[in-house]
């Protein structure tokens, strides 16, 4: 039988063959978030979500509408009632937008690493 100290070391040595750090969390799974367009609002309208994340918009209000970034940097075109549209995102900003048939209507969407 070895002593308590060489038992310690034989453990420590093998961590540290193994790798020494801690495992490295799983990336995280891409979610989902859902906007709802209602009573001429975004809702919520201010959302952070990470890049690789979805974003539906869902119309439930019974005219079309559209969520057109400033800039164009992303347009769902006409979304009309009772419809949805989904965004994949791909780049990290913020990204305020707004329905180009309504002026009124404004949001904001910001992608994180």
């Not at 038992?7 to 420590?12: D, P, Q, T, V």
């Not at 994949?88 to 690493?113: D, E, I, N």
Request: charged share 15%.
């Amino acid at each position: 039988m070895l002593p308590a100290r060489a038992c310690c070391a034989i453990l420590a040595g093998a961590w540290l063959i193994g790798g020494g750090a801690a495992p490295t969390p799983a990336a995280e799974a891409p979610k989902e978030y859902t906007v709802t367009i209602e009573n001429m609002q975004f809702s919520p309208q201010k959302l952070t979500v990470r890049v690789g994340d979805r974003v539906v918009w869902v119309n439930k209000d019974l005219f079309p509408h559209t969520a057109t970034a400033d800039g164009k940097a992303f347009d769902s075109s006409s979304i009309g009632a009772g419809a949805s549209w989904t965004l994949v995102t791909q780049r990290t900003g913020a990204y305020g937008y707004g329905c180009s048939f309504h002026p009124t209507m404004k949001a904001q969407l910001t992608v994180s690493p």
